[in-house]
């Protein structure tokens, strides 16, 4: 059995989806942001950075933060979603979420949602670092259906950030293979519920 810590984020969303996927019991334990439960000494001893989301493997006594890091350790102990013969590519793409997409949509959400208004600056940076996300995604899906062959933690890992696409004010139909991957994700029943096993219930956006 496996304890996830979590809340109803992106990051978040990446592991209950995951476990999901696998089919694999867990236990589901809210973490709520809003009342800064993060910052709870019980939580800080399992979280050092006191973010979400975080496992605790009772089977093997491991305990993972990061969410880049959950994903490698369940693909590892399920033998699911990380293919050998495309073990680098999924890693690379992973990391890539992990490096780029997270923290530059997440800069979006700051800049031209929750902050609008606040500053011209920071919000033209986050506009072009946003657009050139989309691109590079848009260019990788124009050549495979999911980000690395087959569906895989790389997918899991980004599509929860392109389901905010309305915070990045992003028309994704102007990015019509982002737009494919999407809807075709959008439909697997471990992510329909997976969306939404931790914290606010929320639509799966559809554009
Ligand atoms: N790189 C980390 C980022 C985790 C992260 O930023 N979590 C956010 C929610 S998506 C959080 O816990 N925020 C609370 C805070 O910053 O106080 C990961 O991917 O796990």
Redesign the pocket.
Known sequence: MIDLYS?S????R?ISIMLEELGEKYNPIL?S?DK?E??SPEFSKISP?????VIVDKESGQII????A?LLYLAKKYNKFLNEKDYWNVVQWLFFQ?GYV?PML?QAHQYLFYHKGKSKFAEEKSKGYTNNVYEILNTQLSKYNYLCNEYSIADIAVWPWIARFNRHQINLKKYPNILRWYLNISKRPAVIKGYNIIGDFDEIPVP
């Open positions: 809340s984020t992106p990051n978040g990446k973490i942001l800064k993060q910052f950075t006191n973010k979400i989301p933060f990061e969410s880049g959950i992990m997270g997440g």
